[in-house]
């Protein structure tokens, strides 16, 4: 099945650490994003990519840190720089996005 | 830089009542409109896009918008609601810039149905 997959689907980490949130794709997209969802304030872009080794930052990308190595993986870094960390992230590929079923970080 | 307003952030309405739901975007150049549907607990279906052609995009379950480019606007209509509509619907544009396709969206608009 073509897709995109997030994991994992809930995430727990200590305040001061850093987080790696895995996306994949296998429809073959160039493009590919990272939203994050907070309540009343939609989805906001966090970095997005066009190309392999190549990424823009988004509206708040602060805090964050993405790579493209490949064209199927988009990571994203939540770091330790990010003030509040604590939402549900999105990853999505393709012009018109296809999105994965998201991850909910907490941060305690 | 490109920017997405979505102008009701609640709406209720009876079952059976019309639905307009307001898009408006900020960018001057070829974009590619979106709505999006997330119903509680789920993740988001894409509604209906417009790309080019007719301005006027039929999608699933009786959605329809129309594109008005001399207003920047992509609202999304139903002419009789249900109560399984009650969901929160996003706007998004993606806006082709310096050779990159930056999908934008606008905060939602909360939908309430009641029977």
């Known amino acids: 099945d073509g897709g995109i997959t997030q994991s994992p689907k809930y995430l727990f980490r200590k305040e001061g650490q850093n987080v790696t949130l895995s996306c994949e794709q296998n429809l073959n997209h160039d493009a590919m994003y990272w939203y994050r969802q907070d309540p009343g304030q939609g989805l906001r872009l966090i970095y997005y990519?066009?190309?392999?080794?190549?990424?823009q930052k988004g509206d708040i990308a602060e805090g964050y840190s993405v790579s493209r190595e490949k064209k199927e993986s988009f990571p994203l870094t939540v770091t330790s720089a990010q003030k509040n960390p604590t939402a549900f992230y999105l990853c999505a590929s393709g012009v018109g996005a296809f999105f994965g079923q998201g991850t909910r970080l907490t941060v305690v | 830089a490109q920017s997405v307003s979505q102008h009701n952030h609640h709406v209720i309405l009876s079952e059976a009542a019309s639905l307009e739901l307001g898009c408006n975007y900020s960018?001057?150049?070829?974009?590619?409109l979106f709505w999006y549907v997330q119903y509680p607990g789920q993740h988001l279906q894409l509604l209906l896009k417009?790309?080019?052609?007719?301005?006027l995009v039929k999608g699933i379950k009786g959605f329809e918008a129309e594109f008005i480019k001399s207003k920047f606007s992509f609202n999304l209509r139903k002419p009789s609601v249900q109560w399984s509509d009650t969901a929160e619907y996003f706007c998004a544009v993606n806006a082709l810039s310096g050779g990159y396709n930056k999908l934008i969206f606008g905060a939602g608009t909360r939908l309430a149905v009641h029977p």
């Open positions: 960018y001057g150049g070829t974009v590619n």
């Open positions: 990519s066009q190309i392999v080794n190549d990424f």
């Open positions: 417009y790309f080019s052609g007719d301005p």
